[in-house]
């Protein structure tokens, strides 16, 4: 009950890097010029490792033979009535380096809300580290809050589907990412 009642006195507003935004505004780009050590050597051992204990289903990791790679992960959360997912998908053009992701998240009632915005932003901090300028994240998402963000070669957008009020995607891209040595 009181996580449901910290997500309404959150309506009120979010931070983002520590500024409040106004609850009427969906949209504001914000650039932050701060470092960031983006936290490298995504293997298949850290996508199995952002797999849900209660749930059978496991992430797929799968190499191309190229080099490039991907690690896709659904999570459902089954309520009654409703069906609240959450779907994760990180690609890389080069061995243990990300270049872009997208969670899509499916949201169900208030608390699934909370659950998939707390979790997606636990998948965002392991592929940003945790150096960065987004602070309430989960909260943000939870909320449906759209927001586009620049920062030290990261880039976020999180934007709702076209027509459907419970659909979300949040997509990152990396631009620090190391170039491939010369063969």
Not at 74 to 102: A, D, K
Not at 137 to 154: P, W
Request: charged share 20%; glycine share 8%; aromatic share 12%.
């Amino acid at each position: 009950m009181l996580s449901i009642w910290f997500l309404f006195i959150s309506l009120a507003g979010a931070k983002i890097g520590g500024a409040i935004r106004d609850p009427d505004t969906k949209y504001r780009q914000v650039d932050f010029s701060t470092q960031l050590s983006v936290r490298s050597g995504f293997t298949a051992a850290r996508c199995r490792g952002i797999a849900d204990v209660s749930s059978k289903v496991r992430p797929l990791f799968q190499v191309k033979e190229n080099g490039e790679w991907e690690c896709t992960y659904l999570l459902e959360y089954p309520e009654t009535g409703h069906s609240p997912s959450l779907f994760i998908q990180v690609r890389g053009v080069h061995p243990e380096q990300w270049s872009s992701f997208r969670l899509k998240l499916n949201f169900g009632s208030l608390l699934s809300r909370q659950v998939l915005g707390g979790r997606a932003a636990a998948i965002v901090y392991t592929l940003i580290g945790d150096q960065s300028p987004l602070r309430e994240l989960d909260v943000t998402l939870a909320l449906g809050r759209e927001f586009d963000l620049s920062f030290s070669g990261i880039t976020l957008r999180y934007k709702q589907e076209a027509f459907d009020a419970s659909r979300y995607n949040l997509y990152g891209g990396n631009a620090l990412e190391v170039a491939k040595p010369h063969q």
